[in-house]
């Protein structure tokens, strides 16, 4: 039998970050059976949380990577744009992910993948009919995003669970 000291919080980063998890620290519990995820690490989190044998109570997703409400043309242009210039695009995808504060993101950025950017802008959420009901889902989201629209991804995600709206912050949650 698994003790809960073997089970820590599991949490996932987001495109193009690593070890940003600080920076969520006041909306992340400390607690053995959560699972937290942000943007396209909610994704990841998602997936965990549906194959993972452990007890999970909760599952927080942080301004997750929503895009089913942008047609094929927009995520052909994103991968486009990426491919072209990885630099230039992940220069203005970091200054979109900071705004609208000044944050330095800089010690938690690495280079993504044309294919984690793809499998985030095709990814349509349709696994969330899969998640145990006995498992709470959190979702908090930044009125100002820059990425995702936070608005729809509001509609959207407040059928499955707590859905928050932060009205004057962006996809950092600040």
């Known amino acids: 039998m698994m003790r809960s000291r073997d089970y820590k ?3 996932f980063s987001g495109f193009s970050f690593q070890n940003e998890s600080e920076i969520f620290t006041p909306l992340l519990p400390q607690n053995d059976f959560c699972i937290a995820g942000f943007s396209y690490g909610a994704i990841k989190a998602l997936r965990y949380t549906l194959q993972s044998p452990h007890r999970i109570d909760k599952l927080i997703l942080l301004s997750p990577a929503f895009f089913n409400d942008k047609d094929t043309t927009f995520k052909k242009m994103q991968l486009l744009s ?3 210039d990885p630099q230039k695009y992940m220069d203005n ?3 979109n992910v900071a705004y609208p504060t000044s944050i ?3 010690r ?6 044309k294919e984690e950017l793809k499998d985030l802008l095709e990814y349509d959420w349709s696994d969330l009919d ?4 006995n498992i709470k889902l959190e979702i908090h989201l930044g009125a100002k995003d820059k990425i995702i629209d936070a608005k729809k991804a509001h509609e959207f995600f407040k059928n499955y669970g707590e ?3 932060y009205k004057n912050f962006g996809h950092l949650l600040k």
């Open 130 to 133: 899969k998640l145990d009901s």
């Open 9 to 11: 919080m599991k949490y």
């Open 163 to 165: 859905s928050y709206l």
């Open 108 to 113: 938690y950025i690495k280079m993504g993948s």
């Open 82 to 84: 990426f491919a072209k």
């Open 93 to 95: 995808f970091i200054q």
């Open 104 to 106: 330095d993101l800089s």
